[in-house]
């Protein structure tokens, strides 16, 4: 029996956007994390300017700013 066709249009751009960035060289990564490490994480992203005060306590940015942070460090160590 085939999903409703609100769910089937969901997992097609859902899928249209995993190919996407499985084309553009991009992988998940989870981590797990202690909590110490993530209040030292924003505070050294507080403290660099990549998150403001208000910004660090919303937990989707904290993870696109530790995204950019990690990507950057593994750029420069690729070379």
Avoid at 55 to 65: G, R, T, V, W
Wanted: hydrophobic share 40%; net charge positive.
């Amino acid at each position: 029996m085939l999903a409703p066709p609100e769910r089937r249009a969901r997992n097609r751009r859902y899928q249209r956007a995993s190919r996407a960035r499985r084309k553009a060289g991009l992988q998940r990564c989870t981590l797990w994390l202690s909590t110490l490490a993530i209040e030292g994480l924003l505070n050294q992203m507080v403290a660099d300017k990549r998150l403001t005060d208000s910004q660090a306590d919303k937990h989707e940015l904290f993870e696109i700013a530790l995204a950019a942070l990690v990507e950057a460090q593994g750029q420069r160590w690729a070379r």
